[in-house]
């Protein structure tokens, strides 16, 4: 199966895709900046940069089965 991740490098989203590609899934996942992206990487994952506050690409989520959503925006008055 394959599965999207968003905020796939925060504490929840990166032990998800750790148990989902153990399990023989395709995970690929959402990060915030390059640096998060070069994280991901790092760890053998595939992903995209979707700022929190701006669209998605429209070619993000082809061939995607499922899409689990565990991005949260942290930054100064985020609640509002």
Do not use: Q
Request: aromatic fraction near 4%; proline fraction near 4%; glycine fraction near 8%.
């Amino acid at each position: 199966m394959n599965i999207f991740i968003t905020g796939i490098n925060g504490f929840i989203g990166s032990h998800l895709a750790t148990s989902l590609r153990s399990a023989n899934h395709i995970v690929t996942g959402s990060v915030t900046s390059a640096i998060k992206l070069e994280l991901l990487k790092g760890k053998g994952l595939a992903g995209i940069i979707a700022p929190l506050n701006a669209p998605c690409p429209s070619d993000a989520f082809t061939k995607i089965d499922v899409i689990i959503h565990c991005a949260h925006d942290i930054t100064k008055n985020s609640r509002k």
